[in-house]
């Protein structure tokens, strides 16, 4: 009964290569995020959906494209994977979206792109 | 931009030994402070959330404080269960006006035995 998954944990690729990972959660919650934890372990948000719609996009290149089938779910597609995508992808849902709310976060993926 | 610095990047205590970490971060307009703590391999869990200066919060051997530039975390007679990473982050703003969490790059705790 986790409450936000990630699938799969550990993904290798090579350069070039598209790739998806996928995000559910079981709490309930209407707003989903996806974070990316780098070599330095600063951990920056990339993408925010509130009832499947979006409502950040922090400059993130377009090779990467989330897409949200529904409350429960949040999925993040590569295109065309570089090595600097190589990282923690961290899935997150919280309540609401303002500061009322704390985020929940899933295990992570860790993505290496050789 | 809105930033946060924490401080030390890594603390060894001895199991029993009180300690504080240290947030300093510069936002424009604190809509919250967010203590989380990150075990290795998992994901962030959550903690604290602070709104305003001299708030304070406790959970067991925990507490965290905030002022007007700062926030710090104080951990009182430690166990080596308390060995974690630990995040802050502060509530910005994006440039569309979402609200977005921004993280610190952590403390390593480790409390030895």
């Known amino acids: 009964d986790t409450a936000v998954s990630q699938t799969p944990k550990y993904l290798v690729t090579q350069m070039g290569n598209d790739k998806s990972i996928k995000c559910e959660q079981n709490l309930g919650h209407d707003t989903m995020y996806w974070y990316k934890q780098d070599s330095k372990k600063f951990l920056k948000i990339m993408f925010s959906?509130?009832?499947?719609?979006?409502?950040i996009n922090e400059t993130v290149p377009n090779r990467f494209s989330p897409k949200s089938p529904d409350k429960a779910h949040l999925n993040l597609h590569i295109n065309s994977l570089e090595l600097g995508d190589s990282a923690v992808y961290f899935c997150a849902s919280s309540q609401g979206w303002d500061s009322s709310y704390e985020q929940y976060f899933g295990p992570g993926t860790r993505l290496t792109v050789t | 931009e809105d930033q946060v610095t924490q401080s030390p990047e890594a603390l060894r205590l001895q199991e029993g030994e009180s300690s504080s970490l240290n947030c300093s971060y510069t936002?424009?307009?604190?809509?919250?402070l967010f203590w989380y703590r990150q075990d290795p391999g998992k994901g962030p869990e959550f903690l604290f959330t602070l709104y305003s200066a001299g708030e304070e919060k406790e959970k067991e051997r925990l507490k965290a404080t905030l002022t007007k530039k700062e926030s710090f975390l104080h951990i009182t007679a430690p166990k080596p269960e308390d060995s974690a990473t630990y995040l802050c982050?502060?509530?910005?703003?994006?440039?569309?006006?979402?609200?977005?969490?921004?993280f610190g790059k952590g403390t390593k705790l480790t409390v030895n035995p």
């Open positions: 959906y509130n009832n499947k719609e979006l409502i």
């Open positions: 982050a502060v509530q910005g703003l994006t440039q569309g006006g979402s609200e977005k969490l921004v």
């Open positions: 936002v424009s307009g604190l809509r919250g």
